[in-house]
DNA sequence: ACGCGGCATGAGAGCGCTCTCAATCCTTTC
DNA sequence: GAAAGGATTGAGAGCGCTCTCATGCCGCGT
C-alpha cells in the first residue's frame, strides 16, 4: 500500500484498531511475536501488510535508547576516499557484516577541515550505537570527538596517539609484511632499496617503515633513499622523481601503497627505467589495480575486506554486551601479512 | 563536558533548570534564540555548555517530522561504486552542497540482489527527508521504493522506466557528447569506428550509443563495431577484445566511460597496435584516470561533481517548499558536455 | 469446588522534544 | 495615569513507540 507524502502514515495504533487489539500486542508482534497466540498474531499481521505499516524509528529508537545503526567515519578528504580503493574494500567487508547483522551502515564523510565538529555534533545527538574510524593520523580531533560521544568504537589500524591503550582496533601486522617485501627485493639481488612511505603520522605508514629499516642491510642504509608519497597516486609519481634525483643508482623501490606504485611505475618508465630489469618494485596492499599495472606488481597481501568485516564483529560484539560488560571482552586483532610475487620486481 | 556512556546525557530539561528557566525557552534558544531576551539567552547558553548538552535527535525527530538527513542510494554492488571514481565524484559534489546546508548525507549500499528490501524499509522508517538515486537500471525495483515511501526523491540521470515522466533529475546530454566524440575520431580520419558501451538498460549508456549512431557515416555502421563493456575497467579490456575480433581493421574507438577506456587501452597494447597511430580512442568522464592513461586519453567532459551538487540542490528546494507546493516547483536539468581532446585520438 | 501458577492481553506511564496558547511584563500612547 | 499592544515566558499537550505491571483467563492439583 503507497501513501500519499501529505497523508499520515499509519501508526501502531491505527493497526491495533484495524485487528481488534491493543497497541501493546502489535507492539510485541511488529518486534517478533513472542508471547502472542498464533491466531491472534496472523490478524496483526494481516493489518500490518494491509495499512502498509512500517514503525517509525524516531519513536522507536526514543524510548529504546538504539538506533540500529553503526556510524562509519574516515579521517580523509573524500578525494581520498573514493580514488583509494582501500576504503571501498574495507566498506564493503563492514558493510557485509553489518546488514548480516541487520544494522545500517551511516558513512560519515568529514569534508572540511573543520568537519569533525560536525561530525562530533552528529555522534554525541544520538544518530547512531557505535563509531567505527579509520585511517587516523596522529593529532586527529576525531577520537576525542568518539570518546565525548561515549560510543562504543572500533578503529581500523593501531591508534598511535597517548591514551590510546585501551582501545579497539583491527590491524595487519604492517611491521612484518613490509619486513617481507624488503627481504624479497634484497633476496633478488637489489642493493640500493629505497622507500616511498605513507604519511608518517599514521602507524600503518610508521610501522612499514620500520619494517624496511628492519630488513635493510645496515650498511645500505640511506636517508635520500626515503620519500613520502602520502598515500595518493600523485604523491607517488612526485616521490619517485625525487628519490631518482637524490640516489640515481637505486635498483629497488618499496613502495607502501599500490596506489602510490602506480604512480611511481609511471615516473619510472617515463625517465626510461624498466621494470624489473633495472628497478625492483614492490608495493603494498594487494587491491585491484596491483594486478592491473603494467608490469603486474609485486606486492604485500593484506585481507581487507577481512579487516572491514572483524572491524563490524568487533563492534557488534562489543554493542551486544551492553556497556559495562567486562566479561568476554572483545580485543584487538592483528592480521597477517604475505607477500604476492608477480612480475614488477 | 564528557559523559561516562553509562549515564544519561542531559536533557532540555536539566539545561532549563540549571538556567532557572523553562524547558520551551531552553528550546528556542537551542533552536537559534529567537524572541529570547539576549540576558537569558546567554545563561542558557552557558547551561548547555556547562552540561554538555546535545539534543537528542531521536525526540526531535519524533515532534518535528524531520531528520534533517537525506539518503543517497546507488543500485551498484559496492565493487563497483568503489571502483569507478565516477560516484566518488558525484558524492563529492551532494556531499558539499549537503552540508553547507546543515543536512547530513546518508549512504546506503545494495549489497545483495535482495537489498532493495531492507533499503525500501529504512526509507520508509522516516530515516531521512528525501532521498538521491543514481546510476539506475531500466527495471530496477528502487524507484518504486523511494515512491512508496512518500519521500520527494531526485535521481541521477534521466530515468528510463515507465511512469517517470514527472521524476525530477540531473542528467548531462549524453546524446550529444557522444555525437562529439565520435565527430572528432571522423575528423581525424578515422573510418571503421568502433564503439565500447555500458549496460544499454541505462539511459546514460543508451544515450551514448544513440549520438555514436548519430554521428556515424551510416554507410560504416556496422553492429560487429558494437560492444558492451558494462562500465567496468574489465569489462572495456574484454569488449576491445571482442571487437579486434570481430572486426580486425578498426581504426577507432568510442568507449563510452574512461574506466573502460583504461582496459580497452590496455587490451590494445596487448594485441600491438598502436594509440593513436593504429587506433584512436576517445572516452567518457575526463575523471582522474583519463590524463593518467598512457597515452593520455581524449574525452568527453561532463562535470560529475557539479551534477551531484545540482542533485543536492534541486532535493533541498524541494524539501524547502514543502509536501504541495506548486509554486516555485524545481525542474529536471541537463548539463551540456565537452570534448577535451588529448593524446590517445 | 476452590485456589494457584502461568500465559496472553490491555492500560498507562513515560522517552525528550516542539509548539500552541495563555499569562505576564514592558513600553508606548493618549 | 490607564489602556493598548507587543515582546517574553511558561504550562501542557502531544509525537509514536516500548515496557512494566495489573488483569483476566485457562487448566491443574487437591
Redesign the interface.
Known amino acids: 500500500m503507497?501513501?500519499?507524502?501529505?497523508e499520515r502514515?499509519p501508526t501502531l495504533e491505527a493497526v491495533a484498531a484495524r485487528a481488534g487489539v491493543s497497541r501493546a500486542t502489535v507492539s510485541r508482534v511488529v518486534n517478533g511475536g513472542a508471547g502472542v497466540r498464533g491466531e491472534v498474531r496472523e490478524r496483526v499481521r494481516r493489518a500490518v501488510t494491509d495499512l502498509?505499516y512500517?514503525?517509525?524509528?524516531?519513536?522507536r529508537?526514543?524510548v529504546t535508547r538504539r538506533?540500529g545503526?553503526v556510524a562509519v567515519v574516515i579521517a580523509e578528504p573524500?578525494?581520498r576516499?573514493?580514488?583509494d580503493?582501500f576504503?571501498?574494500?574495507q566498506?564493503?567487508g563492514i558493510?557485509?557484516e553489518l546488514?548480516a547483522a541487520d544494522t545500517?551502515?551511516?558513512?560519515?564523510?568529514q569534508?572540511?577541515r573543520a568537519?569533525h565538529e560536525?561530525i562530533g555534533?552528529?555522534l554525541?545527538?544520538?544518530?547512531a550505537d557505535g563509531v567505527l574510524m579509520f585511517s587516523l593520523h596522529r593529532d586527529d580531533p576525531l577520537p576525542a570527538m568518539a570518546?565525548?560521544s561515549?560510543?562504543?568504537t572500533v578503529y581500523g589500524g593501531r591508534p598511535g596517539w597517548a591514551g590510546a591503550e585501551r582501545a579497539l582496533y583491527v590491524d595487519t601486522d604492517n611491521r612484518d609484511g613490509a619486513r617481507q617485501a624488503v627481504r624479497h627485493l634484497r633476496a633478488r639481488g637489489r642493493r640500493r632499496i629505497a622507500v616511498i612511505t605513507g604519511p608518517l603520522d599514521q602507524t600503518s605508514a610508521q610501522d612499514r617503515l620500520d619494517g624496511y629499516r628492519d630488513a635493510l642491510d645496515p650498511a645500505t642504509a640511506d636517508p635520500r633513499l626515503i620519500a613520502d608519497g602520502g598515500f595518493t597516486?600523485q604523491g607517488g609519481e612526485r616521490a619517485m622523481a625525487e628519490l631518482l634525483a637524490a640516489a640515481p643508482d637505486l635498483d629497488g623501490v618499496f613502495v607502501c601503497s599500490d596506489l602510490m606504485a602506480s604512480g611511481a611505475l609511471?615516473t619510472l618508465?617515463a625517465h626510461g627505467r624498466r621494470v624489473p630489469e633495472d628497478v625492483g618494485v614492490v608495493g603494498y596492499d594487494d587491491l585491484?589495480p596491483a594486478a592491473?599495472t603494467?608490469p603486474p606488481l609485486t606486492t604485500v597481501r593484506q585481507d581487507v575486506e577481512e579487516m572491514g568485516r572483524l572491524m563490524a564483529r568487533l563492534l557488534l560484539r562489543r554493542l551486544a554486551a551492553g556497556?559495562?560488560a567486562a566479561r568476554d571482552e572483545p580485543a584487538p586483532v592483528v592480521t597477517p601479512a604475505t607477500l604476492v610475487v608477480r612480475e614488477s620486481g
Chains 1, 2 share one sequence.
Open positions: 503507497v501513501h500519499a507524502s501529505n502514515r502498509g512500517v514503525p517509525n524509528s524516531a519513536a529508537s526514543l538506533t545503526a573524500e578525494t576516499v573514493f580514488a580503493p576504503f571501498g574494500r566498506l564493503r558493510s557485509r546488514s545500517q551502515l551511516l558513512l560519515l564523510l569534508e572540511t568537519g560536525r555534533r552528529y554525541s545527538a544520538g544518530h570518546e565525548a561515549g560510543l562504543p597516486a609511471r618508465r585491484d592491473w603494467d556497556p559495562g
